[in-house]
């Protein structure tokens, strides 16, 4: 099998920018001329092995680096906004969009940003009324969608956040557990902490500096919003400084992720790092044992597997994501090629959307798609009870999964012939964008393709996709 070329031009040049050096300095530290480096910073060639192993030894760079990042974000995400019905007329060829996304980063979150800008538009004339009962209408994404893209493109992964948690989590360690750390922590900054028998899951006075948990709730919901209130009162500055890096363009935008913060510290001193990581390897992954072994929820064990991309101490690049029960999205990340539509639902024909016919069962799917590339996939339900009779029950599914190169690793792929094409589930991101031509579930066209009508003929769709 041939070896693929690198082409990582904008990421060598976000790796010179970050290390300060001229185009000349790097040029010599790496052991190449300065016009090869100019070269390969404009991907006319590819990185070479010599340059691989320069990083390597030179600045101690995780090189997997350079073969990750956001290019199979952005095109995914170019993508989808190309199928959008408004530039039908206008398809982009899939290899001019790779060519963007890694030659031209930032004109391709441009792009991305002014048809988000489009959509927002054209939503608020969907409501006509609303739009114009309004003053303060503005050209910008809603908070929450800043915030998805935030967490998204930073692989899910805050450095210094994740590090602080874990130092908290070993203080905690000698003082009984990460739970009583977490009191003591609240109790040293004159905060009581009350465990009362109400709806809401955490409660903050700052009056009386008395922090009230249900307990309704879960232990390890308990235990994770104390988690969430010492973040807040102990790491804000951390927290505040992350956020400022952020540059967020509202206020809303800003409190959404610094709450989001304070949630991604709680899950990371539930399970620390490098003690996580370590476990995961060793139970291959077991979710339920991982549950137990850290006092966490199936939900917030697979969701924090998704984030260990530490640089130089990587885990498995899994992607994650929840949904509803009418197949909207709630949570996505993607630490692997395969990427999640930003609008509308997940694909129908991935198993996440049976987990509902299924409560409290795993259910394994192979999948394939549409570019050929092959994964394991697991969804389980997560409802969630109000805490007494007549409460509403929340539920969702979720999905984690990995490419089928890495799932040998997880003891849920054990028994699966992998070896057989059709034991591969087809399935896509979007209907739009999806290239299947005989999919039963089709729900809208793909603009990309030429579609024939025969009025004398019925198959499983109207229409048949040349």
């Given at each position: 099998?041939?070896?693929?070329?690198?082409?990582?031009?904008?990421?060598?040049?976000?790796?010179?920018?970050?290390?300060?050096?001229?185009?000349?300095?790097?040029?010599?530290?790496?052991?190449?001329?300065?016009?090869?480096?100019?070269?390969?910073?404009?991907?006319?060639?590819?990185?070479?092995?010599?340059?691989?192993?320069?990083?390597?030894?030179?600045?101690?760079?995780?090189?997997?680096?350079?073969?990750?990042?956001?290019?199979?974000?952005?095109?995914?995400?170019?993508?989808?906004?190309?199928?959008?019905?408004?530039?039908?007329?206008?398809?982009?060829?899939?290899?001019?969009?790779?060519?963007?996304?890694?030659?031209?980063?930032?004109?391709?979150?441009?792009?991305?940003?002014?048809?988000?800008?489009?959509?927002?538009?054209?939503?608020?004339?969907?409501?006509?009324?609303?739009?114009?009962?309004?003053?303060?209408?503005?050209?910008?994404?809603s908070p929450w969608d800043?915030?998805?893209?935030?967490?998204?493109?930073?692989?899910?992964?805050?450095?210094?956040?994740?590090?602080?948690?874990?130092?908290?989590?070993?203080?905690?360690?000698?003082?009984?557990?990460?739970?009583?750390?977490?009191?003591?922590?609240?109790?040293?900054?004159?905060?009581?902490?009350?465990?009362?028998?109400?709806?809401?899951?955490?409660?903050?006075?700052?009056?009386?500096?008395?922090?009230?948990?249900?307990?309704?709730?879960?232990?390890?919901?308990?235990?994770?919003?104390?988690?969430?209130?010492?973040?807040?009162?102990?790491?804000?500055?951390?927290?505040?400084?992350?956020?400022?890096?952020?540059?967020?363009?509202?206020?809303?935008?800003?409190?959404?992720?610094k709450i989001g913060l304070?949630?991604?510290?709680?899950?990371?001193?539930?399970?620390?790092?490098?003690?996580?990581?370590?476990?995961?390897?060793?139970?291959?992954?077991?979710?339920?044992?991982?549950?137990?072994?850290?006092g966490a929820s199936i939900?917030?064990?697979?969701?924090?597997?998704?984030?260990?991309?530490?640089?130089?101490?990587?885990?498995?690049?899994?992607?994650?994501?929840?949904?509803?029960?009418?197949?909207?999205?709630?949570?996505?990340?993607?630490?692997?090629?395969?990427?999640?539509?930003?609008?509308?639902?997940?694909?129908?024909?991935?198993?996440?959307?049976?987990?509902?016919?299924?409560?409290?069962?795993?259910?394994?799917?192979?999948?394939?798609?549409?570019?050929?590339?092959?994964?394991?996939?697991?969804?389980?339900?997560?409802?969630?009870?109000?805490?007494?009779?007549?409460?509403?029950?929340?539920?969702?599914?979720?999905?984690?999964?990995?490419?089928?190169?890495?799932?040998?690793?997880?003891?849920?792929?054990?028994?699966?012939?992998?070896?057989?094409?059709?034991?591969?589930?087809?399935?896509?991101?979007?209907?739009?964008?999806?290239?299947?031509?005989?999919?039963?579930?089709?729900?809208?066209?793909?603009?990309?393709?030429?579609?024939?009508?025969?009025?004398?003929?019925?198959?499983?769709?109207?229409?048949?996709?040349?």
């Amino acid at each position: 099998m041939a070896t693929q070329k690198l082409y990582a031009g904008a990421k060598l040049r976000e790796i010179r920018t970050r290390l300060g050096l001229t185009q000349k300095e790097f040029a010599q530290k790496l052991g190449v001329s300065l016009p090869y480096l100019n070269q390969m910073e404009n991907n006319n060639r590819p990185v070479s092995t010599t340059v691989v192993l320069a990083l390597a030894q030179e600045f101690g760079l995780d090189v997997t680096e350079l073969s990750t990042g956001d290019s199979e974000r952005l095109v995914s995400d170019m993508r989808e906004a190309m199928a959008d019905p408004v530039l039908a007329d206008t398809t982009a060829p899939l290899a001019d969009l790779r060519l963007t996304a890694s030659n031209a980063p930032a004109l391709a979150r441009a792009f991305l940003e002014l048809h988000r800008a489009y959509r927002q538009t054209h939503e608020r004339l969907a409501s006509l009324d609303e739009a114009l009962g309004r003053q303060d209408v503005q050209m910008q994404p809603s908070p929450w969608d800043e915030v998805r893209d935030f967490f998204h493109y930073c692989d899910n992964y805050i450095d210094a956040v994740d590090r602080a948690a874990e130092n908290f989590a070993k203080r905690a360690k000698s003082e009984g557990g990460i739970r009583r750390g977490a009191i003591n922590a609240l109790n040293s900054k004159g905060v009581s902490v009350e465990i009362s028998d109400v709806d809401q899951l955490r409660h903050f006075d700052p009056n009386s500096r008395t922090l009230f948990i249900s307990g309704r709730a879960t232990t390890e919901t308990q235990t994770f919003q104390m988690l969430l209130q010492v973040a807040l009162l102990l790491s804000d500055k951390l927290l505040e400084a992350t956020l400022d890096f952020a540059r967020f363009q509202t206020d809303a935008a800003r409190a959404i992720a610094k709450i989001g913060l304070a949630n991604y510290f709680a899950g990371a001193a539930m399970m620390p790092y490098e003690i996580f990581l370590l476990a995961a390897r060793e139970t291959r992954h077991d979710l339920e044992i991982l549950a137990n072994r850290f006092g966490a929820s199936i939900e917030q064990v697979a969701h924090r597997l998704s984030t260990l991309q530490r640089p130089r101490a990587k885990g498995i690049p899994f992607f994650f994501v929840r949904v509803d029960q009418a197949g909207t999205i709630t949570k996505r990340h993607s630490a692997t090629r395969l990427q999640f539509a930003r609008f509308g639902g997940a694909c129908p024909l991935w198993n996440v959307h049976r987990a509902f016919e299924t409560p409290g069962r795993f259910l394994r799917q192979l999948a394939e798609t549409p570019d050929g590339v092959r994964y394991f996939s697991l969804a389980r339900d997560v409802s969630k009870t109000g805490g007494h009779y007549g409460a509403p029950v929340r539920r969702y599914a979720i999905a984690l999964g990995c490419e089928i190169r890495h799932a040998d690793a997880l003891v849920y792929a054990d028994h699966m012939d992998m070896s057989m094409p059709e034991a591969f589930s087809p399935i896509g991101i979007s209907c739009r964008i999806c290239e299947r031509a005989d999919c039963h579930q089709r729900s809208v066209p793909p603009l990309e393709r030429q579609l024939t009508i025969n009025e004398n003929e019925r198959g499983i769709l109207p229409y048949e996709v040349g």
